[in-house]
C-alpha cells in the first residue's frame, strides 16, 4: 500500500483544490473521480461475507450469532469501507481539519454500497449535542448525509432527533461501557410510525450509539431501521 503516502496525504493543503483537478485525491495522479483506479482498487473493502445487522465479518453472509442472541434495535448494518488508513486519514480530515470537500467523496463510497431497490423512506443523521456543535462548527455525519440524500433522492431529516445529553466521547472508551456511556442521550418526539428509516453515522465500532438512536425511532413508530456508515470498525475494542 506503499500508493497511500501518509507524508503526502497530510501535506495535502487544498483538498477542494484536488477534487476540482480532477487528480486523485490519495496520490495525486490523473483521475476520472475522487481516486485513480490503483488507489480505488486499494482502499479498505470490507470482506465479501458479513453480518447484514453488525457488519462485521463472517463465514457466510447471514446474521450473526451474537446478533441473534442479543439484537440490535436496528435492523440492517451497512458500511462502505473497512476503518482503516487512507480511510481514517480522511474522516480524521474531515472532522477534525473541517476539510468539508471530503464529506461528498465519502459519502459517494457509501452511495455504492447501497441498495437502489430497497430504499428507506428518510435518512436522519446522527446528532450532534449543541456544545459538540458549537466547538466543531458542523455535524460531520449531516454533510456525508446531505449528499447522501441528494444522490439517492431520499428526504433528508436533520432536525428531527436531538442529542439531549452530552456524553464524553466513546473514543477510548473501553467498548463495554459505551453501551452505558450513551444511554439516554437521545431524543425525538416525531411520528414515524410505518417509515422506514436510515440512521447515517460517519464510523460505526460496537454499535451502541446507532443502536441508542435506533432505540428512540422505533418508540416513534419506525418500522424498519437501517444503520449506513462510511466506515466500520472491524476490531470490537478498537
Not at 83 to 94: G, Q, R, T
Not at 126 to 132: G, I
Amino acid at each position: 500500500m506503499s500508493i497511500f503516502c501518509r507524508k503526502f496525504l497530510n501535506s495535502r493543503l487544498n483538498i477542494k483544490q484536488a477534487l476540482l483537478s480532477k487528480s486523485c485525491l490519495l496520490c495525486g495522479g490523473a483521475a476520472q473521480s475522487d481516486f485513480c483506479s490503483p488507489c480505488g482498487d486499494s482502499l479498505p473493502h470490507l470482506p465479501p461475507h458479513y453480518c447484514p445487522v453488525c457488519a462485521l465479518p463472517a463465514t457466510e453472509s447471514r446474521v450473526c450469532g451474537a446478533c441473534l442472541a442479543n439484537p440490535p434495535a436496528f435492523h440492517l448494518g451497512l458500511a462502505a469501507v473497512n476503518y482503516a488508513f487512507p480511510v481514517d486519514a480522511l474522516l480524521h480530515s474531515l472532522k477534525y481539519q473541517k476539510n468539508l470537500a471530503i464529506a461528498p467523496v465519502l459519502a459517494d463510497l457509501l452511495v455504492r454500497r447501497i441498495d437502489a431497490g430497497a430504499l428507506p423512506d428518510f435518512i436522519v443523521p446522527m446528532p450532534l449535542h449543541p456544545v459538540r456543535l458549537r466547538e466543531r462548527g458542523f455535524n460531520q455525519a449531516l454533510e456525508i448525509a446531505r449528499r447522501v440524500s441528494k444522490r439517492l433522492d431520499i428526504p433528508l431529516l436533520p432536525a428531527i432527533c436531538r442529542r439531549v445529553k452530552d456524553t464524553p466521547s466513546q473514543t477510548g472508551l473501553p467498548w463495554k461501557e459505551r453501551g452505558k456511556n450513551i444511554r439516554d442521550a437521545f431524543a425525538c418526539e416525531t411520528d414515524l410510525s410505518g417509515k422506514r428509516i436510515a440512521m447515517l453515522d460517519d464510523v460505526m465500532t460496537t454499535g451502541s450509539t446507532l443502536n441508542e438512536l435506533a432505540k428512540i425511532l422505533r418508540k416513534c413508530g419506525a418500522a424498519h431501521i437501517s444503520g449506513w456508515v462510511v466506515a466500520r470498525t472491524l476490531s470490537g475494542d478498537s
